[in-house]
């Protein structure tokens, strides 16, 4: 099975098997840890990259573009119904290690494949807002443009029409997801998520369970 086979499967079985889960929260961090081991087991190797991540529909960058463009001390108009946009990242930098045990992790981890050059966003559901007319896919597999910090990219509905747009800014300073207990790969839970999903991509389909081990919350 190829390289690019291999990724295909996982962002394809992988959240599947994840909507099976308890609620975690920061997934990203359980989602990305397990990308990682997953792809290992194939010698395909993988790092974490720490981002700033935004999903916006085109209406708010409009409207960004539209307050950007207001002569100084002008007020700002309102915002209109389909201006939508969510953010997570360590944007605040008086707070450079956060307790991710207890308060969440202020920030947005993805998986990088150096060989094919693709950044792996195996928790962007987190982005989507329906109800604000904010789509995005579940996954998404984005090819990074060399040693640029910055990308982004469209969401498309079937007629061609932008629903979303997707931005990434590398973060390396934020690195406290390391303290998480969800980026040990040690972890039997992990390693419980990530024995199913090898045996997923190399038979083609879930197995109907996946028994997870007892977590004693402390």
């Keep these: 099975m190829t390289p690019s086979k291999i990724v295909a499967r ?4 992988q959240p599947a098997l994840f909507a099976r889960l308890p609620f975690t929260p920061a997934r990203c961090i ?21 981002v700033i991540c935004t999903a916006a529909t085109p209406a708010f960058l409009t409207y960004q573009e539209t307050i950007a463009a207001l002569d100084a001390g002008a007020p700002p108009p309102p915002p209109p119904p389909d201006a939508w946009a969510v953010t997570a990242g360590n944007i605040d930098r008086d707070a450079e290690l956060v307790d991710v045990a207890s308060r969440g992790w202020k920030g947005h981890l993805v998986a990088y494949v150096p060989h094919s050059g693709d950044l792996l966003d195996l928790d962007l559901q987190a982005f989507g807002r329906p109800a604000r007319g904010l789509l995005v896919p579940p996954v998404l597999r984005v090819r990074w443009p060399g040693d640029a910090r910055d990308a982004a990219v469209e969401g498309r509905d079937e007629t061609g029409r932008v629903h979303s747009v997707i931005a ?5 300073e934020n690195q406290a997801f390391r303290i998480a207990r969800d980026w040990r790969s040690d ?16 038979t083609g389909e879930l197995p109907e369970v996946v028994e997870l081990p007892e977590v004693r919350v402390l």
Excluded at 30 to 50: C, G, K, M, N
Excluded at 168 to 172: F, I, L, S
Aim: net charge positive; aromatic share 6%.
């Design 168 to 172: 990434y800014r590398r973060d390396e």
């Design 187 to 202: 972890d039997p839970r992990t390693r419980a998520i990530v024995r199913g999903l090898i045996r997923a991509i190399r």
């Design 10 to 13: 996982l962002l394809r079985h």
């Design 30 to 50: 359980l989602s990305t840890r397990v990308a990682i081991d997953v792809l290992a087991a194939f010698a395909i190797p993988a790092e974490p990259w720490s």
